[in-house]
């Protein structure tokens, strides 16, 4: 299960719950959320289906505890492209 919530204007919470809970801080700037989603997903929608990607490739225990959004192509090269190919 993931649940979202905004904390201010870049900030988002987002918990994890599989076998166990986790919780991270994600941050997503305007010129991010554009760039990944030409805004025709809610930046909301956006962090839920980038999460739905890390979870397909890691655990949620794995996951970094806070980062900048556009940090996953540091670790998955393929992660704009399969955004904007599947969700724009």
Not at 36 to 65: P, Q, Y
């Amino acid at each position: 299960m993931i649940n979202i919530s905004k904390i201010d204007e870049q900030v988002f919470e987002v918990t994890l719950t599989k076998k166990t809970t986790t919780i991270h801080r994600v941050k997503l700037s305007t010129k991010v959320y554009k760039s990944l989603s030409d805004s025709k997903i809610s930046e909301i929608e956006l962090i839920k289906k980038s999460f739905e990607f890390l979870l397909e490739r890691e655990s949620n225990e794995s996951i970094l505890r806070e980062f900048n959004l556009e940090t996953i192509e540091t670790y998955f090269p393929e992660y704009p492209l399969f955004i904007k190919k599947n969700f724009n």
